[in-house]
């Protein structure tokens, strides 16, 4: 058997119902360490469901999700806290605090979980500022900005505390194409200074450009998980599908 130990993050044989609806029936997977893996799954097969499992947001019923080897199912409210710093979940709308400036919404993981003194906080939010493209909007706040700049200002406060993992959640559902390719650059960056990710979308062009494996989550299950470029000269129907934006249906 392949050993699982290069994985950063693995999901083993999860299974999730809620009531009589049975949405993941033993779904597997493994993220390698500094790679960005595209998850596709049609809208309700239960993407988002394994995002906020990863960070004990929901519960399987059965299954594991190791971190670097161990369960982080179920280890209770004094160690998660430890490794929800080390997993980042960015949301789909930014989820900014709306009465606070962009430099304090950024601010706010490293005021709450970093010994940083207030001259290393607005320099690291300054530098955070530039990798998303948003430089002196330190004072703005959110209602200014458009909606991609809250999409990478959210994306900025995920990943402010340094995250090995960052788990991203459609992040360029609704943003126009140079919004889409901006905030692709964005995360680009991140890949090259070796973040590993798991990449949540129905934006099938975008994952192509940033993901190096794809996995197709299909009727509770992994239906395929291969590389870029076996998944755009696979024969399977279903991936076919997937890649003309059937998927979906
Ligand atoms: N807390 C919950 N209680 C009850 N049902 C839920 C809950 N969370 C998710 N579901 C159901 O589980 C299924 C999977 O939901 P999930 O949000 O993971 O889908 P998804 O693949 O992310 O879809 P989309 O692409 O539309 O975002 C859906 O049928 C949803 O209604
Ligand atoms: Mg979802």
Do not use: C, W
């Amino acid at each position: 058997m392949e050993p699982t130990t290069h994985y950063a993050l693995e999901i083993k044989n999860l299974k999730k119902s809620f009531g009589a609806k049975s949405v993941h029936r033993g779904v597997s997977f493994g993220v390698k360490t500094g790679e960005i893996l595209g998850l596709f799954g049609g809208s309700g097969t239960g993407k988002s469901v394994i995002l906020r499992s990863i960070i004990g947001l929901e519960t399987p019923d059965e299954g594991e999700i190791l971190f670097h080897g161990r369960n982080i199912v179920n280890i209770g409210e004094l160690e998660m806290p430890p490794i929800r710093k080390k997993i980042a979940y960015v949301f789909q709308n930014g989820a900014l605090f709306d009465s606070l400036s962009v430099e304090d919404n950024l601010a706010y993981p490293l005021r709450a979980h970093s010994s940083l003194s207030d001259e290393e906080i607005h320099n690291r939010v300054n530098q955070m500022l530039d990798l998303i493209d948003m430089p002196g909007t330190n004072n703005l706040l959110p209602a200014q900005l458009s909606g991609g700049m809250q999409k990478r200002a959210g994306l900025a406060r995920a990943i402010i505390l340094e995250p090995e993992i960052i788990l991203f959640d459609e992040p360029t559902a609704g943003l126009d194409p140079p919004n889409t390719q901006r905030l692709i650059s964005n995360i680009k960056k991140l890949k090259a200074r070796g973040s590993t990710g798991i990449f949540v979308t129905h934006d099938i062009p975008s994952a192509f450009e940033i993901a190096d494996r794809i996995a197709i989550l299909y009727n509770g299950k992994i239906h395929v998980i291969d590389t870029v470029d076996k998944i755009q000269k696979s024969k399977d129907p279903l991936v076919q599908s997937f890649i003309l934006g059937a998927g979906d249906a």
